[in-house]
């Protein structure tokens, strides 16, 4: 057992004297070398986040730049920045694919004059390769459906294609656009547009996309194939046919038909009765 001396019990002292001063020096270092760690982080975040997110905005092609500085002239104050929409006056343009845009676009449809329960053809305010430009910039932001490249009827001369494609016409179309693709007024003003004037890339696109009231033929509904049908026999068949029976009448169907029954067979028939009348 040892004895208190002077020298001891000073020691003793100096050492539990030194020890919460070594656990605060402990201490103090954790918190500083914290900050030294949080503050590298957050100089390393600086120089690098612009960069980050850089890379995560898609990059568009040249078509697609060109197609947004179109957009965003023509098309931004209905369809808002980055093609989101604004409320009470554009849809957002996300996912529509180029197919939509080309056909709106090519048809004169869009830009819209006015609101109203359709938007009627009219002159396109866009040449053909700004508004594939203005369709490759829809496409890239969020893709969708696109019309293919390349021949959209069925090959030359193949006669058994039209005959297909006219079934199918009459099928998927005629109710709306009629027999003779005159087109036909639906519910509420809106009505089937006439098919004389739309073009082969435009009847694909309208099938993709199904603008308006018309329904949207998918390659589920109709493969690629059954399309070019149905387009060759609308350009080959409709358009070409000159009525072989007689007077189309505008190809209306039974309405103009009764008319001209009305007009010219019962007028004929008073005017028999009254002369057979006036003999007897």
């Known amino acids: ?9 000073m020691a003793r002292l100096r050492r539990r004297r030194s020890q919460p001063r070594g656990r605060v020096r402990r201490r ?5 070398r914290l900050t030294l760690a949080l503050t590298l982080a957050g100089g390393v975040y600086a120089v690098f986040a612009p960069g980050l997110s850089a890379d995560d905005t898609p990059q568009l092609s040249t078509a697609g730049e060109e197609g947004k500085a179109l957009f965003d ?9 980055n093609a989101q929409g604004v409320q009470g006056r554009g849809p957002s343009l996300i996912g529509v694919g180029a197919a939509a845009v080309e056909f709106q676009v090519s048809t004169g449809r869009m ?3 006015r609101q ?7 002159p396109s305010m866009f040449t053909d390769d700004q508004t594939r430009q203005l369709a490759q910039y829809i496409q890239e932001l969020g893709g969708g459906p696109q019309v293919p490249d ?14 297909r494609g006219g079934n199918l016409f009459r099928i998927n179309c005629s109710s709306c656009h009629a027999f003779g693709g005159g087109g036909g007024a639906l519910s509420s003003g809106k009505y089937a547009p006439d098919l004389s004037k739309a073009t082969d890339r435009q009847l694909y696109a309208a099938m993709l996309t199904g603008p308006q009231n018309m329904p949207v033929f998918g390659d589920n509904q109709l493969t690629p194939e ?7 026999y609308v350009q080959e ?3 070409q046919d000159k009525d072989p029976g007689g007077w189309g009448m505008g190809r209306f169907g039974p309405v103009t038909e009764g008319l001209a029954i009305f007009l010219v067979g019962i007028v004929a028939l008073v005017f028999a009765a009254l002369w057979i009348a006036g003999k007897s």
């Open 28 to 32: 103090l270092g954790t918190v500083v």
């Open 150 to 163: 390349g021949d959209l009827r069925a090959p030359d001369g193949d006669d058994e294609a039209i005959a």
């Open 73 to 81: 002239q023509s098309c931004i104050s209905c369809h808002g920045r």
């Open 226 to 232: 059954q399309k070019k049908e149905i387009i060759s």
């Open 111 to 113: 830009p819209m004059a």
């Open 237 to 239: 068949s409709l358009k």
């Open 116 to 122: 109203e329960a359709q938007a009627p053809r009219k």
């Open 1 to 9: 057992m040892t004895s208190d001396t002077p020298g001891g019990l």
